[in-house]
């Protein structure tokens, strides 16, 4: 059975607040549905932006102590960086070192470049959605 470790918060995200639990028990449900052995989870620091858990946990899953582990599997494909640039050197720098990273809300596994440009079109249309005019 392949390895994964958890990523979530304990802050906000694109306007949602999902308990730790709730989190760990949708990634827990994906795991067993998808064959995948649920390590325990990270939490991203309550900091506004703050991606540092992300880019440590990133890291030492490229290393060499972690190779048996197959990527990372966050609740929600938003609580990724904001920041577009930030997010696909992320999932590009994971890509590169064969890592996948699973959404598990979203029901999403990015492991090549046309899984970031298919998350980055999500997100487009997430962050522009407040904009859209609402007729009704």
């Known amino acids: 059975m392949k390895r994964v470790k958890g990523y979530i918060f304990s802050r906000p995200f694109m306007g949602e607040r999902v308990p730790q639990s709730v989190q760990n028990i949708v990634i827990r449900d994906f795991c067993d549905k998808n064959s995948l052995q649920y390590m325990l989870s990270a939490v991203e620091y309550a900091m506004r932006n703050s991606s540092l858990i992300l880019k440590a946990e990133v890291n030492s899953l490229i290393s060499e102590e ?4 197959l990527g990372l599997i966050s609740y ?6 904001e920041s577009d640039k930030l997010r696909k050197t992320i999932l590009k720098k994971m890509i590169m070192h064969k890592k996948i990273f699973f959404c598990a809300l979203e029901n999403i596994k990015v492991s090549s470049i046309s899984d970031i440009n298919k998350i980055e079109n999500i997100w487009r249309i997430k962050k522009n959605l407040p904009n859209c005019i609402n007729k009704i």
């Open 66 to 69: 972690s190779s048996n582990i």
């Open 76 to 81: 929600s494909m938003f609580q990724l960086p």
